[in-house]
């Protein structure tokens, strides 16, 4: 269930050399060229966006929007790739091309700032959900990330790359303005403003403003059982081998 994530290098000059700078931010390589062209992507009204900084809880928050969205069933998501379904906008594959083409309700991840994304979000067209997480323990699975992948292979001890998190040397910048322009914008018609924490402290509430926000009508009883539905997503997510995967992207 892993996305495939920037390339980033082992050594402190690989690292400086190969991001790319826009705007002040850094971003990942293949954003270059790119930029002006993802705020001109048209949206349209049904489109459903999941937005993160890494490793902030994409991959579990994107089969429960799948699930409450779609009306989907535990055995049909545990059968497919559902990182297909749901692309990343400024990742090389599959492109700004066919995420454009694809058929309604589209559902589409990014892990952009706010200020990148496609000026039609500004306008309030598209439903966005934004995840936070807690940035104590979103270093920990960013660094973790780093050193697991062998196109990373991060040799770098877990203070340095501390550093490099407060001090904006990874990819997508800052955590902190990440996080504060979404939080502007959280009362934004078409902005969902949830916390990763509450996957596991507050499931049933998340679940029904999750449901409100994206328009999916249900009684008490339906609720209910969506609720446990997405429970068990998450013990079986986060009760197997899974456990990384769902807990760090």
């Known amino acids: 269930m892993a996305e495939s994530e920037p390339e980033t290098p082992s050594t ?8 790319f700078e826009y705007n002040g931010v850094r971003l990942p ?31 579990l928050l994107q089969e429960l929007v799948y699930l409450v969205s779609q009306g989907a069933d535990l055995d049909e998501i545990g059968l497919m790739n559902i990182d297909e379904q749901l692309p990343v906008l ?25 200020r990148f994304l496609p000026s039609a979000m500004h306008n309030g ?12 323990d979103l270093v ?40 504060q322009e979404f939080w502007e914008h959280r009362m934004d018609s078409n902005v969902l403003f949830l916390k990763y924490e509450d996957m596991f402290k507050d499931l049933d509430t998340l679940v029904g403003r999750l449901a409100r926000f994206l328009g999916v009508a249900c009684d008490k009883v339906q609720q209910e059982s969506l609720v446990e539905s997405c429970h068990q997503l998450i013990e079986q997510c986060c009760g197997s081998d899974a456990l990384s995967a769902c807990r760090v992207h």
């Open 29 to 59: 390589p293949f954003c270059r060229g790119k930029m002006e062209e993802i705020s001109n992507f048209s949206l349209r009204s049904s489109d459903i966006w999941i937005v993160t900084y890494p490793k902030s809880g994409t991959s």
């Open 140 to 179: 920990v699975s960013y660094y973790q990330f780093h050193r697991s992948l062998r196109t990373m292979s991060y040799r770098g001890t877990f203070q340095e790359f501390c550093r490099r998190f407060m001090n904006e040397k990874l990819g997508y910048g800052s955590w902190f303005e990440h996080v």
């Open 125 to 136: 067209e598209g439903k966005v959900i934004y995840m936070a997480r807690n940035p104590k």
């Open 90 to 114: 400024e990742y090389p594959q599959p492109g700004l091309d066919i995420i454009q083409e694809l058929t309604s309700p589209r559902l589409i991840k990014s892990h952009l700032p706010y």
């Open 12 to 19: 402190p000059i690989e690292f400086e050399s190969k991001y």
